[in-house]
C-alpha cells in the first residue's frame, strides 16, 4: 500500500523534477536548442533479469567482445556497497555506455548517453548485494557490445 | 535542493577530464530499518553535464549505484578558465546544479 | 618480493582454497587484490562532505555565545588550523591537560561558544540519522594536515606520561575475552578474515599506515568516523565497557598510537571499506 502511494507520488514528482532541471538549463543558458531530455527508463532500471533490461535497452542479441571493450572492476571487492567500475572502449561512433550487475534485484545499475565528442569512458561505483558479474554493454554504429567479469564481494573483518 | 557537489575539471592536451562526486542517500527500497519497516527508494536518476550549451554527458541511474555517486568521463575541448556544469535529479523530484572552473 | 609477502601468499595457500590455484599462477595475493580495490576506490573520498561540513562549522557563530571557533587554539596558536592535527596530541597550559583533537574541541566549544560539555558528549559520533558536529569539526581540521609529516613531541613529561599510560592500556588484557588491543595488533602477517591486521607494537610501517588514515571514510556505514570512534570501537570489539568520550585513557592511547606514527605523511581523512 505505502509503496504504491510512494509509486504515484514520484510519477507526479517525476515530471515537476524534469521540468524543473528544464528551466534550471534555461535559466543557466545551458539548454541546447532541440535538446529534450530522455525520459528516465523505467522499465530498464526496474528489469529483474538481463534479458528484460536488454529488452527494455532495445539491445538485440549483444556482441561478446573483450578486446573492444576494456572493463576494470576490482576481483575482489572489501565492501559490496561500493565498486569501482571503470568501462572503456575506442570504439568508433560509441553512442551509449550501460552498466549492469546480473544478481543485483535490479540489473541495470546505469546508463550513458555518449554524446559526440565525449569519450568512451565511464568510471563510477555500484552496489553488489553478492558475488556476480559486472557487465558493460556499449552502443557503437548502431551495434551492441557487451563485456563481462566476476567481482567477488566479501565481508570485511574489523576493517583498520 | 540537494546538497553541493564536488566537481573537478582539468584540461590535458585539448581533453577535459571531469571527475563528480554527489552527496545523495541513494537507498535502494529494499533496505530495512532495525525495526522491519521499510526504507523508501530514493535515489538520482538522471546526471547531465553541460560545456558551453552542449550536452558532453547524459546518463541515467538506478538503484544500485552507490551512495555518494562518483563519476568520471571525459570529452573533446575544453579550455582551462572555462565553466563547466553538472545537474542531477532524483525519483523524489529534488534536484541540484553545480558549476565547476576547468583547472589546468 | 620480500618475505613477508611471501608469508602472506603461503597463508593465502593455506587459508583459501578458492583461490589457491590463481595465487599459485599469479603470484598475486588476496592481500593484493585487497589492495587493488582500496586504490580503485581511493579517488573521491566523501569524507570531503565531511571536511566542508566542518569547516563552515568552524566558521559560524554558534552556542550561547554566539562566536565562532576561530579564535579556538589547538596548539599552535589561535585560530590556527594548518598542520595542528599533526602534533597533537599536546599538553595544553590553560586546561594543564594533553589534549587530542577531539578533546580540544570540545574545550573550545565550552569555554568559547559556551555549550555544555554534556550537550556535546551525549552524542559525540555520527549516525546515518543525524551528523555530529564534533566529528565534523574534527575532519575538517585532520584534513588541514594532509601532507604534513607527524611531528608529536614527547618533550613535555605529561605528554611522556600520557604515552607510557597508552602503552600500557594497549598491553593491558581485560574483559570477558581476556583481549587487549596488542592481542590483534602485535603480530605481523594476521589478519581477520580478508583484512591483514596492523602490528602497532614492532612494525613502525604499520603503526605510521594505520594512524595516518584515520579518520576515514567508512563506506560499509555510509559515514566519516572520527579517531575517538575509532579507538571507542575497539573497545566495543573486545567487549571492553566502551570508554567515555575524550577520557583520558583514549587520549594516552592516541598519544602511544600518534607518537607510534612520528615521520610518516599525514594523509587522511581515508576511505576504508
Sequence with gaps: MKAEVDLNRRKALKAGGSMGLLA?????GLLQSGAALAEWNKAAFSAKSMDDALNALGVIIPENSATAIQLTVPEIAENGSVVPVSVASNLADIEQISILVDKNPNVLAASFVIPQGTEGLITTRVKMGQTANVIALVKAGGKYYRVAKEVKVTAGGCGG | MGNPMKIRATAKDGVTEVKILMQHEMETGLRKEADGTLVPAWFITEVKAQYQGRTVLDGQFGQS????????FRFKGGAVGEKIAVSWV?????????EATIAA | MNTNQIHKAMMVLALSTSFAAV?????????????QYREMISDGNPAEFDEMRGEELWKKAAGPNKVSLEQCDLGKGAGVVKG???ELPKYFKDTKKVQDLESRLLTCMTTLQGFTEDEITAKPFASSKKPSDISSLATYVVGQSKGIKMAVSTKHPKVKESYEIGKRIFNYRAGPYDF???TCHATSGVRIRMQDLPNMRSSKKDAQIAYTGWPAYRVSQGLTRSFQWRLNDCFRQQRFPEPKFASEATIALTTFLAVNANGAEYVGPGLKR
Excluded: H, M, Q, W
Excluded at chain 2, 532524483?90 to 553545480?98: A, I, L
Excluded at chain 3, 599459485?24 to 589492495?35: F, G, K, L, Y
Design chain 1, 24 to 28: 534550471l538549463f534555461g535559466g543557466l
Design chain 2, 65 to 72: 549505484i552507490s551512495k555518494n555517486p562518483y563519476l568520471l
Design chain 2, 90 to 98: 532524483d525519483n523524489k523530484g529534488d534536484s541540484r546544479t553545480d
Design chain 3, 23 to 35: 595465487a599459485a599462477d599469479s603470484a598475486v595475493t588476496d592481500s593484493d587484490r585487497i589492495e
Design chain 3, 84 to 86: 595542528a592535527y599533526s
Design chain 3, 180 to 182: 587487549a588491543c596488542s
